[in-house]
C-alpha cells in the first residue's frame, strides 16, 4: 500500500518536473520591440527576385507589428563569413530571433546557435534542427507543377527550356514538378536543363537563356535569382515563365506567368510565436494552402481555356484532393518509380535527386 | 600646360608617412562626403567601424579571423611579385591546398591530430606549388604570360572543387546537397582562446619570419629582387631568371594553399560547395600596399579585415545596404593606393 504510494508519487514527480522543464524550455514571451530580428540575405535586395522577395516579407512583417525594429545583412557568403554577421547581430542588435535565408549557411546556423541559446533561429531551406533552430521553406513545387501546365499549353515546338540554379534536391524537384505539369497538357513536349552552379550570376543566367533560345526552345523556365532569363527571353520575343516574384517587368509582352514566394506568410507567423513564447523547433513545409507560395497573375499570352485548367488544379492541390507527385512517375530511363495512384512522402520529395521522364539534362554524379 | 609625371629617385622616411597620412585622410574625407549623401553621419558611421573591428575582445578576434586568411595568401604572392612575377591566382592555389587536404582527410584519416594535420598541410602544400608551378613552368619554358594562367587555372580549381562536392565526395547523408562529410575532429585545426581564431596563426607568424629573412637576408632573396628590379643586370650577372620563375611560383603557391587548408580544416570543417579561400584577390592589395614587406603585411592585412568587418558593422549598426559599404571600402582602398603613386613619381607641370 505504501509502495503503491510511494509509485504514485514518484510517477506525478516525474510528470510535474517534466512539465515544469517543457515550460522552462520554451521560451518566456518577448515583448515585440525587443525581438529585433535579424535577416542574412544570400544577395542584395536589389536582385529582383530571391532576395527581393524576402525583403518585401520583412517590410510586411515590419508592418504588421508595430514596435519591431528588423536589420538585414545582404551578400552574406555562404561560408564561415556568415558566422560573424549573425554574432553581430544578437550582440550589437540585441536580435533574438534569426532568419537565415539560404540553405549554405546551415553548419554556421547550427554553430551560433550553440553558443547563444536564447536566441531563435529560422533557417530557410535547410533541414538541421536543434532546440533554438528551426527550417522553413515552401511548397514551391505546387505552383511550380501549374505552370508546367502553362508552359505545355503554349509551346508549339515542344521544346521548353529550362535554366537552374545548383543540382541540389530543392531545384530537382522543381524541375520535376514542371515537367509533370508539361507532360500532363503536352505529352510529348521535353524540358532541357542548363546549370548554373550559381544562384546570382545575371550574366551567366542571361547567356544560359539565349543558348536554350539558340537551340530551338519556344518557351522559358527558370530557377535563379535574378530577373535576367526574362529579360533575355524578352529580347529574343520567347515566352518565359519567371521564379520568385512576378517578373513581367522584366519581360512585358512574353511573361506567362512565374511560381512566387509571399514571405511573409512564413515570418509572420515565426515572429507572432516568438512574441508570445510559444515558438518550438519544427520543420515549417508550407503550400499553396497556407498562402506560402503562389502562381503570379498570367500573361496576355495564356489563353483562357488554360487559365480554367489551372484554376481548378490549383483548387483540387489547396482542398488536398491532389498531390502533385502522384504516380504513375517514370523517371528518364523508363523504369516507373512511383506506382500507379501512390504518392511520394514528403521525406522523398525533400531528397530529390533523380529526373522524371521528359527531362532533357543530368543530375551530376 | 603639360602634366609630366617622372619617378622619383629615391623617397625620404617623412614624404612616405607624409603621404601615406594624407591619402588615409583624404580617404577618410572623401568616404564622409559619400556617408553624408547616404543620409548617415560620417562621424557615427566611423565609430561603428571602429567599434566593430576593435570596440571589444570578441571584436578584435572576428577581425584577425578575417586578417588570417589575408596574410598568408598575401605572404605567397609577395614573393613572385618582388620577382616581377604576376602570380594572381592565389586564390585558386589556396583551394586546390583545401581539396588536397579534404583528400588526406577523405582516404587517409588517422586518429592523431598531429599526424592527420601534418599530413593535409603537406598535401596543401604541395597541391598549392604544383598549381602555381604550372603556370611558372609555362613561363620558364614558353614565355607564356603568367597573369593569364594563374587566372585562368582559378577557374579551374573552382571547377574542380564543384565536380568533387557534387560528385564522388558528396557525403550521403547530406539529402544529396554539394558538401564533403565533416572532417573527423583530428582534422580540425585546434582554435584558441575560445574565439575563432585557429592554429594557424602560429604558422602565420612563423612564416613571415621565415620570408622575412629568405627575402631580405640570404642570396635567393637578393636574386629575386634583382631579377624584379633589372632582369636583363640579373642576366648579366649570371643568374638564370627562368629556372628561378619555378621555383618561386611553387613556394608562392605552396603558401597560399597551405592558407586554404587552414580556412577548410580551422572554420569551415568540412569541404562544400562555393568554398572560397576568402579574399585570395584582396590579398594581392594587402602585399602591395605593405611593400612587399612580409612583416608590415601583417599589420596592412590586419587592418584591411578591420575594413571588411566595417563593411557588416555599417549594414547592421547603421541601416547602410551592402552597396554603399562596398562603395565606402571602394573609396577607402582608391585613395590609399593613389597615395602610393605620389610617393614614387614627382608630378611636374611644364608650362607651354
Known amino acids: ?365 | 600646360m603639360r602634366l609630366r609625371a617622372e619617378k622619383r629617385i629615391d623617397s625620404p622616411a617623412w614624404m612616405t608617412f607624409m603621404t601615406t597620412a594624407l591619402s588615409v585622410l583624404l580617404a577618410l574625407t572623401a568616404g564622409g562626403v559619400f556617408l553624408y549623401l547616404q543620409g548617415v553621419s560620417p562621424f557615427a558611421a566611423y565609430a561603428a567601424i571602429l567599434k566593430s573591428a576593435f570596440g571589444s575582445g570578441y571584436d578584435l578576434s572576428e577581425t584577425a579571423v578575417k586578417a588570417l586568411p589575408l596574410a598568408i595568401v598575401s605572404l605567397a604572392v609577395m614573393l613572385s611579385f618582388t620577382m616581377l612575377v604576376w602570380n594572381i591566382g592565389g586564390e585558386g592555389q589556396a583551394l586546390v591546398g583545401a581539396l588536397a587536404a579534404a583528400a588526406v582527410v577523405r582516404y587517409f584519416p588517422v586518429g592523431s591530430k598531429p599526424a592527420m594535420l601534418s599530413m593535409m598541410a603537406l598535401a596543401a602544400v604541395f597541391a598549392g606549388g604544383f598549381w602555381a608551378g604550372i603556370a611558372g613552368l609555362l613561363k620558364a619554358k614558353w614565355n607564356v604570360n603568367e597573369i593569364i594562367t594563374t587566372l585562368m587555372l582559378n577557374y579551374i580549381a573552382m571547377r574542380l572543387l564543384e565536380y568533387f562536392v557534387y560528385g564522388p565526395w558528396r557525403d550521403p547523408s547530406s539529402l544529396g546537397f554539394p558538401m564533403t562529410k565533416p572532417f573527423i575532429a583530428a582534422a580540425r585545426l585546434p582554435s584558441l582562446w575560445g574565439t575563432r581564431i585557429h592554429m594557424g596563426i602560429y604558422a602565420l607568424f612563423f612564416l613571415t619570419a621565415v620570408m622575412e629573412i629568405l627575402l631580405w637576408r640570404t642570396r635567393f632573396g637578393y636574386e629575386i629582387r634583382v631579377m624584379g628590379d633589372n632582369a636583363r643586370a640579373a642576366r648579366y650577372a649570371g643568374m638564370d631568371c627562368m629556372k628561378k620563375v619555378v621555383g618561386v611560383m611553387f613556394i608562392s603557391g605552396a603558401i597560399a594553399g597551405f592558407a586554404g587548408m587552414c580556412e577548410v580544416s580551422g572554420l569551415q570543417g568540412r569541404l562544400q560547395s562555393g568554398f572560397s579561400a576568402q579574399y585570395g584577390y584582396t590579398a594581392i592589395i594587402v602585399a602591395w600596399l605593405s611593400h612587399l614587406r612580409p612583416s608590415l603585411s601583417l599589420i596592412i592585412a590586419f587592418l584591411m579585415g578591420a575594413l571588411l568587418v566595417g563593411g557588416e558593422a555599417l549594414q547592421i549598426g547603421m541601416g547602410l545596404p551592402m552597396a554603399s559599404a562596398q562603395i565606402l571600402q571602394g573609396l577607402i582602398l582608391f585613395f590609399v593606393l593613389g597615395g602610393e603613386f605620389f610617393q614614387n613619381y614627382r608630378v611636374r607641370i611644364d608650362a607651354g
Request: hydrophobic letters at 45%; charged letters at 20%; aromatic letters at 12%.
Open chain 1, 1 to 365: 500500500m505504501k509502495k503503491s504510494v510511494l509509485h504514485v508519487l514518484f510517477v506525478f514527480f516525474v510528470f510535474f518536473s517534466f512539465f515544469a522543464f517543457s515550460i522552462a524550455v520554451n521560451a518566456a514571451p518577448i515583448p515585440v520591440a525587443e525581438i529585433n530580428p535579424g535577416y542574412v540575405y544570400i544577395g542584395p535586395v536589389g536582385d529582383g527576385g530571391w532576395t527581393y522577395m524576402q525583403d518585401e516579407g520583412r517590410r510586411a512583417v515590419d508592418a504588421a507589428f508595430p514596435g519591431l525594429k528588423s536589420t538585414i545583412v545582404e551578400s552574406v557568403g555562404e561560408g564561415p563569413e556568415s558566422v560573424p554577421v549573425m554574432e553581430r547581430l544578437i550582440r550589437q542588435n540585441k536580435s533574438k530571433l534569426i532568419f537565415a535565408g539560404s540553405f549554405g549557411y546551415m553548419d554556421y546556423v547550427e554553430e551560433v546557435a550553440k553558443k547563444y541559446p536564447d536566441t531563435i533561429f529560422m533557417h530557410v531551406s535547410g533541414y538541421k534542427r536543434a532546440d533554438n533552430v528551426g527550417t522553413m521553406f515552401g511548397r514551391m513545387y505546387q505552383p511550380r507543377y501549374l505552370s508546367g501546365l502553362v508552359a505545355g499549353k503554349v509551346t508549339q515546338s515542344g521544346n521548353i527550356g529550362y535554366v537552374a540554379a545548383h543540382p541540389i534536391p530543392e531545384v530537382i524537384r522543381m524541375i520535376n514538378a514542371f515537367t509533370l505539369g508539361v507532360r500532363k497538357t503536352n505529352p510529348g513536349a521535353t524540358v532541357k536543363v542548363i546549370w548554373l552552379f550559381s544562384w546570382f550570376d545575371p550574366g551567366k543566367e542571361k547567356e544560359a537563356a539565349k543558348a536554350l533560345i539558340d537551340s530551338g526552345c519556344d518557351v522559358l523556365a527558370m530557377h535563379a535569382d535574378t530577373g535576367a532569363v526574362a529579360q533575355a527571353a524578352e529580347e529574343a520575343k520567347t515566352y518565359v515563365i519567371g521564379y520568385n516574384n512576378d517578373m513581367s517587368q522584366y519581360a512585358p509582352t512574353m511573361h506567362l506567368t512565374a511560381p512566387i514566394w509571399d514571405w511573409e506568410k512564413l515570418f509572420s507567423p515565426i515572429v507572432k510565436q516568438v512574441a508570445d513564447g510559444t515558438w518550438k523547433s519544427e520543420a515549417i513545409w508550407w503550400g499553396m494552402k497556407e498562402g506560402a507560395v503562389d502562381l503570379a497573375p498570367f500573361g496576355p499570352a495564356v489563353p483562357e481555356d488554360v487559365r480554367k485548367l489551372v484554376a481548378a488544379e490549383k483548387a483540387d492541390i489547396i482542398s488536398g484532393k491532389q498531390a502533385v507527385f502522384t504516380g504513375p512517375i517514370k523517371d528518364q530511363s523508363g523504369t516507373v518509380k512511383i506506382k500507379q495512384g501512390e504518392t511520394m512522402s514528403d521525406d522523398d520529395i525533400w531528397s530529390m535527386g533523380w529526373f522524371v521522364e521528359g527531362v532533357l539534362g543530368e543530375v551530376p554524379k
